[in-house]
């Protein structure tokens, strides 16, 4: 169990449980995704978690880095081939639906 997973798993109600699942499942499918590109930036946003659950950012930092990941990511989404698109698309919408709308609501 990586860092951050035990950082939710202290967490201790039904919508901690809700979005630590969907956070698993949003960088699980992310980390194999077939584009080298988009696992490459799911293990980055993977990384900023565990920073954040070993004491390494604040709640704020890593609410910059998700904020300034997803901006790159979209300027990087305007090169990419259809397929890719999609993928990035979805890293974005899990970085902003579940990091930034629900996980630092709940920390």
Do not use: P
């Not at 449980?17 to 194999?32: D, P």
């Not at 904020?67 to 990087?76: C, G, V």
């Amino acid at each position: 169990m990586t860092s951050w997973e035990n950082l939710l798993n202290g967490l201790k109600d039904d919508l901690a449980t809700e979005v630590k699942g969907e956070i698993t499942n949003f960088l699980s499918r992310a980390k194999s995704d077939s584009s080298d590109f988009i696992r490459e930036q799911a293990s980055k946003v993977e990384n900023y978690l565990n920073q954040l659950a070993n004491g390494e950012i604040t709640k704020v930092q890593l609410e910059g880095y998700c904020r300034d990941h997803t901006r790159l990511l979209d300027m990087q989404k305007l090169k990419l081939q259809v397929a890719e698109k999609a993928g990035v698309q979805r890293l974005i919408d899990g970085i902003t639906g579940q990091i930034l709308d629900r996980l630092l609501k709940l920390l």
